[in-house]
């Protein structure tokens, strides 16, 4: 039983480095045609937009009125 869990286990190894391999084969072609959406350069202008002071509203005081029923 021991040569055949040695031979599992050296299968189950050779079968990662080759899924590891293909990974990195994947990565490499792929890696290529990624295309950024941001434009290497000058196309981006950030605008700091400083809000401008707002008047002062006054603020109407709640006052309690009776209601009628009519």
Same mark, same amino acid.
């Given at each position: 039983m021991e040569e055949r #869990? @040695? !031979? =599992?286990? %050296?299968?189950? /190894? +050779? *079968?990662? =480095? %080759? %899924? +590891? =391999?293909l990974i990195i084969i994947g990565v490499v072609v792929t890696g290529k045609k990624v295309v950024s959406p941001i434009p290497d350069e000058g196309a981006i202008k950030i605008?700091? /937009?400083t809000p401008a002071p707002s008047? !002062? *509203?006054p603020t109407a005081t709640a006052t309690a #009125?009776? @209601? !009628?029923n009519r």
């Open positions: #869990t @040695k !031979t =599992i286990a %050296a299968i189950a /190894i +050779l *079968v990662g =480095i %080759a %899924a +590891l =391999i605008i700091f /937009i008047p !002062t *509203v #009125t009776p @209601k !009628t």
